[in-house]
């Protein structure tokens, strides 16, 4: 699918006043090499205040810089979702697994959000699952009822319970997981989210589901709302999901990484989602179906 292109627009910090542009480029985002960004800059792509970009200027804080990015072929991703819940101030719909939640990494027209506002214009996410993560996805529709579900995200009053395919076999029937979870230094992409004895406390409990000759089914509910918590909290007890590209048996990131962290074909389904209703106060209990692919890979 080809897009329409996007124009990333950011404003020019202190800390890197002094720098090139073209190195500022390069560091802001790292997943192009100093050579293409050159070749952006000698494109036009990119202009600083208004103005047609070399690379070669200066900058200093307060600059509006602009990459005109054209339009590009995104990869291909699911075109389709299931509505578990739908009135004036909510809807909740079931994610399949490969298709983003929002615009990122090479994705902008193929993901969740543009297609749930082709229909439903005014609806946002109030949450967001990984790309390769499946199951429900809450969007607010109105101003209140979005306000009010953030106030309650990461709170007991929201009770968020998935489904999770983990590589071993686990000794224990629960595990309650407390590991801290934050940035930690990466090669590749200068930071990623991991297990870090400085980071931020995070809580999750894991029950057995099934086990398999070598794997576990688990359901874990959450009592924190870390990034990649789920994936990041399995791993750091020695069961990373099967097939993530990203997280070893300690938390950490792997160290021959096949490729960028992201979102490859792990197995991971958020089940269940259980609320009062922001604007009504009524009990909402939301449940979305697991995906084949939990029983097949066990």
Known sequence: MLNRGYAYTTVISSKFHGQTLLSHLASLYPHSTPEVWQQCLNNGE?????????????VTSGQFLIWNRPPWIEPDSPQHFEILFDDPHLLAVNKPSGLPT?????????????????????????????????????????????????????????????????????????????????????????????????????????????RGTSTTIFEVSLYSGRPHQIRIHLASIGHPLVGDPLYGS?????????????????????QFLKFHHPITGEQINLEAALPSGFSSHQ
């Open 46 to 58: 990119v202009t600083l205040n208004g103005v047609t970009a070399t690379g070669s200027e200066l």
């Open 250 to 270: 300690t938390g950490q990131p792997l160290e021959d990484l096949p490729g960028l962290p992201g979102d490859g074909g792990y197995f991971l389904h958020a």
């Open 102 to 210: 929002l615009p990122g990494g090479g994705f902008m027209e193929n993901t969740l959000l543009r297609l749930v506002q082709k229909h439903t214009p005014n609806a946002n996410p109030v949450h967001r699952l990984g790309r390769a993560t499946s199951g429900i996805v809450l969007f607010a529709k109105t101003p209140q009822a979005a306000s009010n579900l953030s106030a309650d995200w990461n709170t007991p009053r929201i009770q968020k319970i998935y489904r999770a395919l983990a590589q071993n076999v686990a000794q224990h029937d629960a595990y309650e997981i407390l590991t801290p979870i934050g940035l930690v230094p990466h090669p590749r992409i200068g930071s990623v989210w991991a297990a870090s004895p400085s980071g931020k406390p995070s809580k999750s409990l894991a029950k057995v589901i099934s």
